[in-house]
């Protein structure tokens, strides 16, 4: 079992820059708003899976709000709040490397 750091985006940040990465998020702006202190760490999620993909696809389906809450979630530990559902523009963590969640998939973020 591994631990998938989930961290979202400060949507409260207005700026014209944020309002542009809602809409196109790329590595670029994530690594200056990560490095800005623009992403608040929301959870740890427990996974199990065979590839990073997998992991990171379970802690995706983990933190989004589908059938309960998932601060519900039994293998989800949540940190502060506001809570959302992670989506398009968030950061998942494994094993250090940094995964930016995209519209379909992950994007692997050089350090």
């Known amino acids: 079992m591994k631990t998938v750091k989930v961290y979202h985006y400060d949507w409260m940040i207005r700026d014209e820059d944020s309002i542009e990465y809602r809409f196109n998020p790329n590595s670029q702006f994530a690594t200056l708003a990560w490095e800005a202190g623009n992403f608040i760490h929301v959870a ?7 590839n990073v993909d997998a992991m990171l696809e379970q802690a995706f389906h983990d933190t989004n ?6 601060i519900e979630n039994s293998n989800v530990t949540p940190m502060k709040g506001p809570q ?3 989506s398009v523009g968030d950061i998942m963590e494994l094993d250090g ?6 519209d379909i998939g992950f994007m ?3 350090k």
């Open 44 to 50: 740890d999620v427990n996974v199990n899976g065979v």
């Open 84 to 86: 959302r559902s992670t």
């Open 97 to 102: 490397d940094k995964y930016l969640v995209m």
């Open 108 to 110: 692997y973020m050089e």
């Open 65 to 70: 709000t589908i059938n309960c809450p998932w």
